[in-house]
Every structure is written in C-alpha cells, then in structure tokens.
Nanobody, 114 residues
C-alpha cells in the first residue's frame, strides 16, 4: 500500500488549496482515508476522515472550511481547504488502516501567510 500526498503550497490567509492523496495497493472505497496535520513544534492532529462507506467527519477547528471527497476512478481522496488561516500551517498527511496496519503518505507542506 502506498499513499502519495500532493497539493500543498504557500497561500495567503483566506485563500484555498486542494490536497490530493492518491492510493495504490488498495482501494479508497474499501478503506477509509483520514487527513492529519502537524504544525511546527506540535503533535500530529486529526483533521478529517472520509470513511469507506462515504461518511465523513471533521475536527472542530476545520469544520465548515474543509471538505473531503474522492474520485473512485482515480482512487484518490481530496481535502479541499477554504478560508485558510495561519493556524492551518503544517505538514498534511493522509493515512489509512488496512488489515490492522496503518499506512501514511509522505506529507505535503501547507504554509498560510497572514
């Protein structure tokens, strides 16, 4: 199983970015995919999840601003991030659990300038 995260970059506060997580070796429709992030000096924190069945959940800090979706044909999960704030800065990771093993992508850096 491999996860390839991409789409990070530098954006001004109030702007938007869309992150992608391309999966191989498993299907995003049979394994839920979650997004986590880690700001400098902080612990990694959960951001959002898109379950295999399509249910989703968001951390309170991003609710109403972030949205998860997926492209089944591309086997890719997306994280649309709008109204970005400086506190959203960090490295974003996608992850999934398969057969009791958690897999992580390599992370993509999001920097929000105020």
């Amino acid at each position: 199983v491999q996860l390839q995260a991409s789409g990070g970059g530098l954006v001004q506060a109030g702007g938007s970015l869309r992150l992608s997580c391309a999966a191989s070796g498993t299907l995003v429709t049979t394994n839920g995919v979650a997004w986590h992030r880690q700001a400098p000096g902080n612990q990694r924190e959960w951001v959002a999840t898109l379950a295999a069945g399509g249910a989703f959940g968001y951390a309170d800090s991003v609710k109403g601003r972030f949205a998860v979706s997926r492209d089944v044909a591309a086997n890719t999960v997306y994280l649309q991030m709008d109204s970005l704030k400086s506190e959203d800065t960090g490295v974003y990771y996608c992850t999934l659990m398969r057969r009791g093993v958690r897999y992580w992508g390599q992370g993509t850096l999001v920097t929000v300038s105020s």
